[in-house]
């Protein structure tokens, strides 16, 4: 079963920047996207991005603000995050889509990201 790592998630002023980076166990083009979790909400969901990484999609509370990339060498995704607000803050988590061999969609296990004011 494929493994996420994500990583890259901390303290940050408003206005500042943070870049997200999950990384996979082995190689696989799947589709991937980026949800966040705030305290005492439901999940959300805030980009995704194809498996060639051609194609990307964004919430609308983060377009213009946040990017979204891969790297299949690596087995990587990116989320770059500019322009931060405190309701930006959340744990956040990337999902391999399931398809192919891949038959459950597959989680990673979160990464705090924190705005203050």
């Known amino acids: 079963q494929v493994q996420l790592v994500e990583s890259g998630g901390g303290l940050v002023q408003a206005g500042g920047s943070l870049r997200l980076s999950c990384t996979a166990s082995?190689?696989?083009?799947?589709?991937m996207d980026w949800y966040r979790q705030a305290p005492g909400k439901q999940r959300e969901w805030v980009a995704a991005?194809?498996?060639?990484?051609?194609?990307?999609n964004y919430a609308d509370s983060v377009k213009g603000r946040f990017t979204c990339s891969r790297d299949n060498a690596k087995n990587t995704v990116y989320l770059q995050m500019n322009s931060l607000k405190p309701e930006d803050t959340a744990v956040y988590y990337c999902?391999?889509?399931?398809?192919?061999?891949?038959?459950?969609?597959?989680w990673g296990q979160g990464t705090q990201v924190t705005v203050s004011s």
């Open positions: 999902k391999l889509e399931r398809g192919g061999r891949l038959k459950y969609d597959t």
């Open positions: 082995e190689t696989i083009l799947n589709g």
């Open positions: 991005i194809s498996g060639s990484g051609g194609t990307t």
